[in-house]
């Protein structure tokens, strides 16, 4: 039961650099997500895709691009990362339809830029 | 606007000790209202949620939460912490219907449990 994967858990960029985040889920869920953690902060929403085919912005979407490239599969991309996107990235699915379903998390990405 | 306050960043308590994490939250229609917990350098995983049936809801590891609309309030008790629960813990609230993408999170409450 491998849920959702996350890919890196680390990583160390410098300023200016791109990456992308990789998050696969095996639960056949129609939507997924992407948030960022900081201290005090809480969960923010960077991303979503309500099903495959589908992005939309979440509340802090500037600086990162997603591509849903099947139902499985959901990436972030930083194009040019900066020091304020240190963070630890988290992806989420859920089945979809009614607003009750439980979101399902993955281990974290930690993601440091100097 | 839907909001959501977690009073007190901060909690410890000791091991047998009654555990009360307090959620208040403010929502324009019926919420949906969620507790998850997140361990040490893991994911969130949901500890119980309310639904619009019974307002005591059951969770997991021995964890409830009582919804009170006269008090805008859930919050999250156990009558007896063990080691194990030591970790952040987060309200949330979503409106009754609409895209999940509402989801408003709590800023997060540490629990420390003291032996």
């Known amino acids: 039961n491998a849920g959702v994967t996350q890919t890196p858990k680390f990583q160390v960029l410098k300023t200016g650099q791109s990456m992308t985040l990789q998050c696969a889920q095996d639960?056949?869920?129609?939507?997924m997500y992407w948030y960022r953690q900081d201290p005090g902060m809480g969960l923010r929403l960077i991303y979503y895709?309500?099903?495959?085919?589908?992005?939309d912005k979440g509340e802090v979407p500037n600086g990162y691009n997603v591509s849903r490239l099947n139902k499985r599969e959901f990436s972030l991309r930083l194009e040019s990362a900066a020091p304020s996107q240190t963070s630890v990235y988290f992806c989420?699915?859920?089945?979809?339809?009614?607003?009750?379903?439980?979101?399902?998390f993955g281990e974290g990405s930690r993601l440091t830029v100097l | 606007a839907q909001s959501v306050t977690q009073l007190g960043s901060h909690v410890s308590v000791s091991e047998g000790a009654l555990v009360l994490l307090r959620c208040n939250y403010s929502?324009?229609?019926?919420?949906?209202l969620f507790w998850y917990v997140q361990y040490p350098n893991q994911g969130l995983q949901l500890l119980l949620k309310?639904?619009?049936?019974a307002t005591l809801v059951k969770g997991i590891n021995g964890f409830e939460a009582e919804f009170k609309k006269s008090e805008t309030s859930f919050h999250l008790t156990k009558p007896s912490a063990h080691m194990s629960d030591a970790a952040e813990y987060f309200c949330?609230?979503?409106?009754?219907?609409?895209?999940?993408?509402?989801?408003?999170w709590g800023l997060g409450t540490s629990l420390a449990v003291n032996p």
């Open positions: 989420a699915s859920r089945p979809g339809g009614a607003n009750t379903g439980e979101l399902f």
């Open positions: 309310y639904t619009s049936a």
């Open positions: 949330a609230v979503t409106p009754g219907a609409g895209n999940n993408r509402k989801l408003i």
């Open positions: 639960m056949n869920h129609n939507s």
């Open positions: 929502s324009s229609v019926p919420p949906y």
């Open positions: 895709s309500a099903s495959e085919g589908t992005t």
